[in-house]
């Protein structure tokens, strides 16, 4: 299948963070803006510090990104750049996660962000018809007590808001630390999904399913080193949203030739493809089905199952999802 193909079909993206599509020239732009002097001179400094060797590396560069936004105008351009992306890419539904605890500790608090990114996604809705949705995810290196405090700043924001989400670093921050959160979150009526299995091991794939009642699992590549996990995934049918690019760019797999999303996909799993944080990894979501076409020789029916899956795996209603099947 060619890229004009790929790019004419219309695809669910479910893995994506916002502040991971801060664009170079946009963090530069708001650095100016705001007088905030940062470690590099040109685009090309910021593309160079790009080079990431695991989770953590690239973790302290996406805080760092972060601090240049401030106001509620920020946060509005930033949605308003990847939402722009998704036009452009075809991606006609997106579930995007916002981390709140990225700016709430740095004195940005709900009133500043939720406001900029609402209008940014009801401007789309209106010009466009874009369909998205709003994944809040908690910080797992920080405490279950922080994220509750934030799940209790969110409730004037709670009916934009579609599921709670787990991120940042995985080792030693299992899901179960957030069992009781999780429990509160499905009681106002949130769906729940969690990073599981990325640098973690195949074991906090079980936990996200059993202690957080998770309906999909972010990554979750490490599943194929637990068979009955794997089989378990296929019977339930739980999504992965996996993300190739971001997994070589952090070493989770050496080269894009040796990722297994293939082999979980003719393994009968619902995977999905997603970019994570595309201005950090180098691409977007037409990229990364690109390079599984280039370095795992993925056929047209398997591109096209893919995108199936990326309706399938999504929070969109039945008829919604049947009008994109
Ligand atoms: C993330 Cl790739 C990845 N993994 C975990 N947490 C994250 N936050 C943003 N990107
Ligand atoms: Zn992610």
New binding site residues.
Partial sequence: MSMSLIQALPKAEL???IE?TLTPSRMMALAKKHNISLPYVTLEDIQAAYQFDDLQSFLNLYYQGADVLREEEDFFQLMWDYLLVCKEENIVHTEI?FDPQTHTNRGVGFDVFMPGFLSAIRKAKREWGQSTKLIM?FLRDLTEAQAFDTLDASMPYLADIEAVGL?SAEKANPPEKFRKVFAKAKSLGLKRVA?AG?EGPAEYIWGAINELNVARI??GVRATEDNVLLRFLREHQIPL?V?PL?NIKLNVFDKMDQHNILSLLNDGLCVTV?S??PSYFGGYLNQNYKELQHHLDATDDQIVQLIKNSFLASFLAPDEKEYWL
Avoid: F, I, R, Y
Wanted: aromatic content about 0%; overall charge negative.
């Fill in positions: 893995h994506l963070h991971g996660m995810s991120d990073h990325e972010d990554h949203t993300c971001s997603n994570d944080d």
